[in-house]
């Protein structure tokens, strides 16, 4: 006798396998193509929108934003002055540009010695605030720049009263008391300090073998070589959370890099609290070449020493260093050759460094699980140090915004690269 239970079950029995059946059949393809073209249509259209959403979501970012998930993208901050001091007057258009692309920021040079305490005895913040300022309202990662550095140490620094050299004891204390005034300041509110910047070079031995050790500095000469150990203790002793570099050019040098990886590794071991190397990342259009890059970025990562790109420009002019020294006529005599788009560039030199960029953020990329950040030596072409240094007056194309604030191929170049690795 058929009961109610059996009677329900039998249903569902039936209701199950037919169901099942159609689903099997459903699943094959091309079955009821006609019915279901409704639904096929429906779900290209969701794939085509969202293909559409996320490349235009794509589009809008900033670079930083885009980079996210590899490592900051920075910049600099000129503040009201320029380094070759003329007054900023693109300040405005510099800071939207950096609030929509960039998620960290360097002192360019207001937070240098020479401006913070250039006269002896006399602390000037006035800038490094409003740049500390600037930072924390536009919410970007702090980068201070630099504490010991050669070229930008006032010159009463290293003197006593009679104008002769201090002796070790005095400048130790000088040193000390300076970075524990600067960086308690902003404690808590920079990530990184570039504590010493500069102090190795590569130098050629009597065979004409190229090394590398500490250059001659007032820091070095006076107090020796553990000059940098004391400035890393003072600068932990200020502010133990804050995150410590090294900074320097030229880090393509197998000497030098060498080197520097070795120095690092010591004063770890010693325990000196230094947490990164900076690698400054000046650079021309075909030097240096991509294999010495290649060597230098894996070179920090073997070592595990994290590794920021703290300067990176790409100049598209002759390299002009060798004439630094060149007295003021030589200069004017040299500029014209060193100088050739004075007036204009052309759209196939900017193509290239376009490319010479995005082949250098395709080794970056290599090693981004090694690298914390990488940052612009300025915004745009008009405020970049390269026009008036080592040659004053010439007409660079370095960054990656033009004279008019616009996007440049080397822009474009760096946001497709990073998407189409998505
Ligand atoms: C070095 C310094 C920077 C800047 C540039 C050029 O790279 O670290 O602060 O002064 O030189 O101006």
């Known amino acids: 006798m058929l009961n109610y239970n059996t009677y329900v079950g039998a249903r569902k029995a039936t209701y199950n396998s037919v169901f099942r059946l159609k689903m099997v059949k459903t699943q094959l393809p091309f079955y009821g193509y006609k019915s279901h073209k409704k639904y096929i249509m429906r779900i290209f259209l969701f794939l085509i929108a969202s293909f559409l959403f996320f490349e235009t979501n794509a589009q809008q970012k900033g670079l930083s934003a885009l980079y996210e998930d590899h490592f900051m993208i920075g910049t600099i901050y000129h503040g009201e002055q320029l380094g070759n001091n003329t007054k900023n007057r693109d300040q405005k258009k510099e800071e939207e540009i950096i609030e929509k692309e960039f998620n960290a920021i360097t002192a ?9 305490i250039g006269k002896k005895g006399e602390y000037n913040f006035e800038e490094s605030d409003k740049f500390v300022e600037f930072a924390i309202e536009k919410g970007l990662t702090i980068v201070g720049h630099t504490l010991i550095w050669k070229n930008s140490a006032p010159d009463w620094f290293f003197k006593d009263e009679k104008g002769n050299k201090v002796s070790r004891p005095v400048l130790i204390k000088r040193m000390k008391e300076y970075i524990e005034t600067v960086v308690s300041r902003y404690k808590g509110k920079i990530k990184y300090w570039d504590v010493v910047n500069e ?3 590569v130098f050629k031995n009597e065979y004409g073998e190229k090394y590398a050790k500490l250059k001659s500095t007032p820091w070095y000469d006076i107090i020796g070589p553990d000059y940098i150990e004391i400035a890393y203790r003072a600068a932990h002793k200020a502010d133990p959370e804050c995150k410590l ?4 050019y030229n880090m393509y040098q197998k000497e030098k890099i060498d080197f520097i990886v070795d120095m690092v590794k ?15 990342g000046h650079m021309f259009m075909k030097h240096p070449k991509l294999h010495q890059v290649d060597y230098w970025l894996k070179k920090c990562a073997d070592a595990k020493i994290t590794l920021h790109i703290t300067e990176m420009d790409i ?31 052309p759209k196939k030199v900017l193509q290239k460094q376009a490319k010479r960029y995005k ?3 395709s080794l970056f ?10 940052t612009f030596w300025g915004v745009w072409d008009g405020n970049s140090w390269r026009n008036y240094l080592p040659m004053i007056g010439r007409t660079d194309y370095p960054l990656l915004f033009d004279r008019d604030f616009k996007k440049k191929p080397a822009y474009y170049a760096l946001k497709n690269l990073v998407i189409e690795k998505e």
């Not at 010591?266 to 400054?280: D, E």
């Not at 990329?365 to 990488?374: A, D, F, M, P, T």
């Open 266 to 280: 010591n004063l770890g071991a010693k325990g000196v609290s230094i947490h990164g190397i900076g690698s400054q």
């Open 199 to 201: 102090a190795v070079d």
């Open 108 to 116: 360019e040079n207001c937070m240098k010695p020479m401006h913070i």
């Open 315 to 345: 100049s598209v002019l002759p390299n002009a260093w060798k004439h630094k020294g060149a007295s003021v006529e030589d200069r004017y005599d040299l500029a014209d050759k060193y100088n050739p788009y004075s007036k204009t560039v």
């Open 359 to 361: 082949d250098m953020f």
């Open 245 to 248: 570099l090294y900074n320097d």
């Open 365 to 374: 990329l290599k090693y981004s699980y090694n690298i914390e950040r990488v």
